[in-house]
């Protein structure tokens, strides 16, 4: 009997994700509460289902694709809502949603145009050292993918609250910057990712060109 590969733990796992993603954009104008527990919760169950992947064997890449589909979705909605609260710096919030997407769709194609099984075991032609470290570290990529998450959940939290009031100080603005730096190191490494993989098209690009040269002489 063949294995029915959308019923694996960690796919419903992601299934769950993006319901809660769901209900966190159906909450976010209105219930920053319902909102923002909806909203983390998906993201924490982000490392969950990677991790009953590894425990049930059941790594699959449509798993991949509905993961990183999830994520990217999650993050665009908030920063649409960002935008909407922040109309003053709603160019900015474009520019990052931009180069998000860009960045991680131009990187997965490329993956793909070099036979890898998966965007993670990222080594580029020119062994990129930021980008291996990225990818190749579990902790780096946990802190800076949590890190710029935190970040733009301060900022939808302050439109609603100041939150808690230690000594003085707002801990929604406290949190929103200390991760302001991580949010801006994570938008510059997906420049480089973005560079790095137009780069390696060019690369495939011009050994496809030889090829066909060669062919034709």
């Known amino acids: ?15 769950a994700r993006i319901l809660l993603a769901l209900l966190s954009f159906w909450f976010m104008p209105v219930n920053h509460v319902k909102a923002t527990i909806c909203y ?5 169950l982000d490392a969950l289902d990677g991790y009953a992947a590894r425990l049930f064997n059941q790594s699959t890449k449509f798993g991949s694709m509905l993961d990183q589909l999830t994520d990217r979705c ?12 922040y109309p003053s710096y709603m160019f900015f919030f474009q520019l990052s949603m931009v180069i998000d997407i860009a960045s991680h769709w131009i990187h997965i194609q490329t993956s793909l145009m070099q036979g890898k099984t998966s965007h993670k075991s990222y080594v580029d032609a020119a062994e990129n050292p930021v980008l291996r470290i990225y990818y190749t570290s579990k902790l780096v990529l946990f802190f800076m993918c949590a890190g710029n998450e935190l970040f733009y ?10 939150g808690p009031i230690v000594f003085g100080i707002s801990l929604f603005r406290l949190f929103a910057w200390l991760t302001a730096p991580v ?19 060019g690369i495939i690009d011009v050994e496809e060109r030889k090829q066909q040269t060669g062919k034709s002489m």
């Open 74 to 85: 999650a993050t665009m909605c908030l920063l649409v809502t960002l935008a909407y609260f």
């Open 183 to 201: 949010a801006l190191v994570k938008t510059m490494i997906s420049i480089i990712q973005l560079a790095v993989a137009c780069i390696n098209v």
């Open 40 to 44: 983390l919760t998906s993201g924490f």
């Open 1 to 15: 009997m063949s294995e029915n590969i959308f019923l694996f733990v960690p796919n419903i796992i992601g299934y």
């Open 153 to 162: 959940s301060m900022l939808y939290l302050i439109y609603f609250t100041e």
